[in-house]
């Protein structure tokens, strides 16, 4: 079993800015990706941002210029750093990640349970 724990999110005026945090423990043989979806009321999840092992990025149009999404390897987490946040970035943000759990066995995807981002006009 796997699990995701989030951390960092809450109230943000307006302009301001964010760190969110997000550790995987339990069986984890490899982990493939890691990173960021959110969802706002009445929208789907949508992609924030994720990093490979390999430390490639993608990142949504919306937050690319004002985000950056790092791994430490070493202690299976993920952070997202958010500046000049608006209201439109008020959701739910999901930490995700694509794993193998033991040797020999299929990838697999794993889902935090969320944290919520609002933001204040």
């Known amino acids: 079993q796997v699990e995701l724990v989030e951390s960092g999110g809450g109230l943000v005026q307006s302009g301001g800015s964010l760190r969110l945090s997000c550790g995987a423990s339990?069986?984890?043989?490899?982990?493939?990706?890691m990173g960021w979806y959110r969802q706002a009321p009445g929208k789907q999840r949508e992609l924030v941002a994720t990093?490979?092992?390999?430390?490639?990025?993608a990142y949504a149009d919306s937050v690319k210029i004002r985000s950056t999404v790092s791994r430490d390897y070493a202690k299976n987490t993920v952070h997202l750093q958010m500046n000049n946040l608006t209201p439109e970035d008020t959701a739910v943000y999901y930490c995700?990640?694509?794993?193998?759990?033991?040797?020999?066995?299929?990838?697999?995807?794993?889902w935090g349970r969320g944290t919520q981002v609002t933001v204040s006009s």
């Open positions: 995700y990640t694509n794993l193998v759990p033991q040797p020999g066995r299929p990838h697999y995807n794993y």
């Open positions: 339990g069986s984890i043989f490899s982990i493939s990706i």
């Open positions: 990093i490979t092992s390999g430390g490639a990025t």
